[in-house]
T-cell receptor, first 113, second 112 residues
Framework: NAGVTQTPKFRILKIGQSMTLQCAQD?????MYWYRQDPGMGLKLIYY???????DKGEVPNGYNVSRSTTEDFPLRLELAAPSQTSVYFC????????????FGPGTRLTVT | GQQLNQSPQSMFIQEGEDVSMNCTSS?????WLWYKQDPGEGPVLLIA?????ELTSNGRLTAQFGITRKDSFLNISASIPSDVGIYFC????????????FGQGTTLQVKP
């Protein structure tokens, strides 16, 4: 049981480039989430999904897009990278009720220069 | 929007000492969670609390869900060097979205 996996672990992007952060979970969780963590700050919710085919915006969705075609995968897309998107990105998942107990991946450290 | 105030922001303690940190909110939460984050890793769930007044232990860690449902605290007894990290509280407001609101974190350093 790998839990929540994320790739890549590190990435450097130039301003205006695009990339997709991958997230997968093997716990058959319905709920999945994307967060960003800036230095000295807590986690801010970008997007979340309560099931395949259903996504919704979180607190800081601007500049990002998501899709959820399967229960296992929840990729996060950055279309036109900006320096403000330099951050550490975490994917998480939780069971069907969604009431807390989220399990996190190891994170992707993204730098936009 | 909902916010959590976590304190203290950082702590530097001697090995063997007890530690206490807390979170407060202006809103009611149905669930309180405590996570620990090691450097370069994702947060790991330590304790989950689901009922007002609930007191739950996990080894040397004890957490309580406040009676008003607007606060929670975490205690670590007899700290050891591997307790070093950032501790986050998180609250869930329900509505079956599973969305969590996170505190800013408490950075704990333990001197051997």
């Amino acid at each position: 049981n790998a839990g929540v996996t994320q790739t890549p672990k590190f990435r450097i992007l130039k301003i205006g480039q695009s990339m997709t952060l991958q997230c997968a979970q093997d716990m058959n969780h319905n709920y999945m989430y994307w967060y960003r963590q800036d230095p000295g700050m807590g986690l801010k919710l970008i997007y979340y999904s309560v099931g395949a085919g259903i996504t919704d915006k979180g607190e800081v969705p601007n500049g990002y897009n998501v899709s959820r075609s399967t229960t296992e995968d929840f990729p996060l897309r950055l279309e036109l990278a900006a320096p403000s998107q330099t951050s550490v990105y975490f994917c998480a998942s939780s069971q069907g009720t969604g009431e807390g107990e989220q399990y996190f991946g190891p994170g992707t450290r993204l730098t936009v220069t | 929007g909902q916010q959590l105030n976590q304190s203290p922001q950082s702590m530097f303690i001697q090995e063997g000492e007890d530690v206490s940190m807390n979170c407060t909110s202006s809103s009611i939460f149905n669930t309180w969670l405590w996570y620990k984050q090691d450097p370069g890793e994702g947060p790991v769930l330590l304790i989950a609390l689901y009922k007002a007044g609930e007191l739950t232990s996990n080894g040397r860690l004890t957490a309580q869900f406040g009676i008003t449902r607007k606060d929670s605290f975490l205690n670590i007894s007899a700290s050891i060097p591997s307790d070093v990290g950032i501790y986050f509280c998180a609250g869930a407001g329900g509505r079956h979205t599973g969305k969590l609101i996170f505190g800013q974190g408490t950075t704990l350093q333990v001197k051997p």
